[in-house]
């Protein structure tokens, strides 16, 4: 599924006639749909210099946190670690920020450019411990390309 994904990723990230926000959305789109055990994909971004994240575009569900500041939730933690976060179970995790009862799973990956960490990809899951590390290697290949034209 990931291996036939890639070039599709790879087309839209190309696409000249596309500014870079309709094509990351097109990308979460694209996540979405074809994966069954995604049911939010987005990305976040440093907001400017303050120690916080601004969502950027996504598909799924709207949500309240259009802000995160750095350090709260996954997403907030995964700004300062800079390090992949694979939740199995979103209930056992203290720093945590609900965005629908019906999650059950979450994983965010960092992106870098030129490596600094400046934003993320998001992924919430309705099934209960849906992530191996298949979803990571492709979520890495993702952000590294989103980061070729940024
Ligand atoms: N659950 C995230 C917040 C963002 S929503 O999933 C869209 C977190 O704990 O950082």
Redesign the pocket.
């Known amino acids: 599924m990931f291996q036939n994904l890639r070039p599709k990723v790879t087309a839209i990230l190309n696409d000249k006639t596309v500014g870079v926000d309709d094509k990351l959305e097109q990308v979460c789109q694209l996540l979405k749909e074809n994966v069954p055990h995604y049911d ?1 994909v ?1 990305f976040y971004f440093k907001n400017g210099t303050k120690a916080e994240l601004k969502l950027g575009p996504y598909a799924g569900a709207p ?1 309240d ?1 259009t802000i ?1 500041p750095f350090g709260k ?4 933690q995964v700004a300062l670690s800079h390090q992949n976060f694979v939740v199995p179970d979103v209930k056992a995790q203290d720093n ?4 629908s009862i019906t ?1 059950k799973a ?1 994983i965010v990956v960092p992106l870098f450019v030129n490596g600094e960490n400046i934003g993320q990809i ?1 992924i ?1 899951s309705n099934t209960p411990d849906p992530f191996t590390e298949e979803d990571e290697r492709f979520l890495e290949f993702i952000n590294a390309a989103v980061a070729k034209i940024l």
């Open positions: 939010w987005g949500t946190h995160i939730g996954i997403c907030g945590y920020i609900a965005c999650v979450e998001d919430d």
